[in-house]
């Protein structure tokens, strides 16, 4: 069977809350049958509503996600040669370390 069907399924406070509506604006004179037509109408408009507000909803989602996936990968980049310089500054010592005592023993032997 299939997940979703072609045809929606209206809930019934979406249908209760059409009729509501339907009742508090109806005309003197109107007829139960205009009502319910107008209360259709309501309902469609409220389907709509919920449609055009969840496809906002994914869309800003989408947004959401693309940016934080370019947040992630900028950080994960500038990680990188963070590590990188990280390293070049654990041998920064040792050469100056080096070269101290070359010109030490230089200095010693020659002066």
Partial sequence: MAKYSKHNKVSDQVKDDA???????????????????IAQGIQKGIEQY???????????????KKASERITSSESSHGDTTMNDA????????????????GFIAYVFLG
């Fill in 19 to 37: 009729m509501k509506i339907a009742r508090a604006n109806q005309k003197p004179g109107q007829s139960k049958e205009q009502t319910k037509l």
């Fill in 50 to 64: 919920r449609k055009k507000q969840s496809e906002k909803k994914r869309e800003l989602d989408k947004k959401l």
């Fill in 87 to 102: 390293a070049k500054a654990d041998k920064l010592p040792w050469i100056l370390l080096l070269l101290s005592w070359l």
